[in-house]
T-cell receptor, first 111, second 115 residues
Framework: GEDVEQSLFLSVREGDSSVINCTYT??????LYWYKQEPGAGLQLLTY?????DMKQDQRLTVLLNKKDKHLSLRIADTQTGDSAIYFCAESIGSSYKLIFGSGTRLLVRP | DVKVTQSSRYLVKRTGEKVFLECVQD?????MFWYRQDPGLGLRLIYFSYDVKMKEKGDIPEGYSVSREKKERFSLILESASTNQTSMYLC??????????????FGSGTQLSVL
């Protein structure tokens, strides 16, 4: 079955790196996504990775994909207080319209 | 700037009322979605539509219906609201032409409380 799991909470100091982890079960995932939700707002796409890639870097964001272990991570370098939000991992499967979302990881950045 | 607009930010309704949640997108997207978001459960898909007048059930359609009479508008209907439908409702849209799987654009959400 389809399932995406994330830890619920992460707390880091400002300036440190944050690593948010996600595991998924469906090996036929085509794209994997990271969405960010700030308080009182909808979700915004942060970055994505195609399933045949291992890594993608986009400024302070690094996405790592381990297909063997079905593990996805998002690293935020030099974490800022503005990065405090809920981060959702999601996968799309084949040509389906549907995205499967994890439960979200709440990132708290302490000054 | 692309936009998905949900008509209400907060709604308070009574048990048994019929509730309409409206969503409009200005990106000419074919696909539109309704999710509900509950703490610890993430986002769960209620219904989606891939064309005008077309709809498909998501994972939790019970107690909900939808309407898509125009491409830009997708409505979620709670025929008889119940307290377990208290939740944050998120509308999203996407287009298969953007070639990025399902890159979803979300509205800011409607927090519905059913008393």
């Amino acid at each position: 079955g389809e399932d995406v799991e994330q830890s619920l909470f992460l707390s880091v100091r400002e300036g440190d790196s944050s690593v948010i982890n996600c595991t998924y079960t469906d090996s036929s995932s085509t794209y994997l996504y990271w969405y960010k939700q700030e308080p009182g707002a909808g979700l915004q796409l942060l970055t994505y990775i195609f399933s045949n890639m291992d890594m993608k870097q986009d400024q302070r964001l690094t996405v790592l994909l381990n297909k063997k272990d079905k593990h996805l991570s998002l690293r935020i370098a030099d974490t800022q207080t503005g990065d405090s939000a809920i981060y959702f991992c999601a996968e799309s499967i084949g040509s389906s319209y549907k995205l499967i979302f994890g439960s979200g990881t709440r990132l708290l950045v302490r000054p | 700037d692309v936009k998905v607009t949900q008509s209400s930010r907060y709604l308070v309704k009574r048990t048994g009322e019929k509730v309409f949640l409206e969503c409009v997108q200005d990106m000419d997207h074919e696909n539109m979605f309704w999710y509900r978001q509950d703490p610890g459960l993430g986002l769960r898909l209620i219904y989606f539509s891939y064309d005008v007048k077309m709809k498909e059930k998501g994972d939790i359609p019970e107690g909900y219906s939808v309407s898509r009479e125009k491409k830009e508008r997708f409505s979620l209907i709670l025929e008889s609201a119940s307290t377990n439908q208290t939740s944050m409702y998120l509308c999203a849209s996407s287009s298969p032409k953007q070639g990025l799987g399902e890159k979803l654009f979300f509205g800011s959400g409607t927090q519905l409380s059913v008393l």
